[in-house]
């Protein structure tokens, strides 16, 4: 298996956005890697509230 994580933007914005979690995305097929990898990445995100930035 190639090193690395690989998933698209939409997976990385979902993440990023805290919407979910990296562990969750992997169990859901969402993004692919190597157990440690994703272990690594998931430690890394901050933990924190989804929050959308929205108003006229």
């Known amino acids: 298996m190639d090193k690395g994580i690989k998933l698209d933007i939409n997976a990385l914005s979902t993440i990023l956005l805290g919407y979910k979690r990296p562990l969750e995305l992997n169990e859901l097929e969402l993004i692919s890697g190597r157990e440690e ?3 690594a990445f998931e430690k890394i ?3 924190r509230d989804a929050f ?3 108003f006229f």
């Open 52 to 54: 959308i930035y929205d």
């Open 45 to 47: 995100v901050p933990v």
């Open 37 to 39: 990898e994703i272990q």
